[in-house]
């Protein structure tokens, strides 16, 4: 008899500690600004290059490259959407970022999905468009393709800082900020 009460309380502590349970509010503040550290050391990487490539188009298109500048470009476009492809251990790691299930942590989950596509897809696309209206400026599909991707680029902002917005009125705090930018318009 001793031995079934010893298994049966042994059976409850296990289970009562196996039961979810819910972050304090510091941690979750603490476990989603990681998170947010994570995304923004992870995208770094790829928003720096996009919005190199951008300001290179842009002063390209407006004759303000020096003949070196005109030159290197081509490299720095390469170099660029690189950056933004699967295959950039940043972009890899930021797919692969891991973010609490709480209800703040919901939102972060849906930041990390669309700064996902944001880089990769978004920011890859007008990269490409770029590097072939550098060497052919009167394609008019690499200029639809621009246009294109620079509007899902905005969007996708859009949303991603709404989804930080949300997870910040959640837990009541200001998270870091999305360090990806606000990209001018070139087409």
Same mark, same amino acid.
């Given at each position: 008899? *001793? ?7 042994? =059976?409850?502590?296990? #289970?009562?500690?196996? %039961? +979810? ?35 290179? &188009? ?8 020096? +003949?070196?500048?005109? @030159?290197?470009?081509?490299?720095? =476009? ?7 492809? /699967? !295959?950039?251990?940043?972009? &890899?790691? =930021? ?27 978004? @920011? /890859?696309?007008? #990269?490409?468009?770029? $590097? ?12 639809? $393709? ?5 509007? /899902? =680029? ?10 930080? @917005? ?8 200001? %998270? ?5 930018? $606000? *990209?001018? !318009?070139?087409?």
């Amino acid at each position: 008899m *001793l031995v079934g009460v010893a298994v049966a309380a042994v =059976l409850a502590v296990t #289970i009562v500690t196996d %039961l +979810p349970q819910h972050a304090s509010r510091s941690v979750q503040i603490s476990n989603d600004t990681t998170v947010m550290k994570q995304v923004n050391q992870y995208v770094s990487p790829c928003a720096y290059a996009v919005g190199e490539t951008f300001t290179i &188009f842009q002063e390209h298109t407006e004759h303000k490259l020096t +003949p070196s500048d005109e @030159a290197t470009a081509p490299g720095l =476009l390469r170099d660029d959407q690189a950056a933004c492809s /699967l !295959t950039d251990q940043s972009m &890899f790691d =930021l797919g692969n970022v891991e973010v609490p299930g709480s209800e703040a942590g919901k939102q972060l989950q849906q930041l990390v999905a669309t700064v996902t596509i944001w880089s990769t897809s978004d @920011a /890859l696309s007008a #990269i490409e468009a770029i $590097q072939t209206l550098w060497t052919d400026p009167s394609s008019a599909s690499a200029r639809r $393709q621009l246009a294109k991707a620079e509007g /899902l =680029l905005a969007s996708d902002r859009k949303s991603a800082l709404a989804n930080l @917005a949300t997870a910040d009125s959640v837990l009541d705090t200001q %998270l870091p900020t999305l360090q990806i930018p $606000q *990209l001018p !318009t070139v087409t």
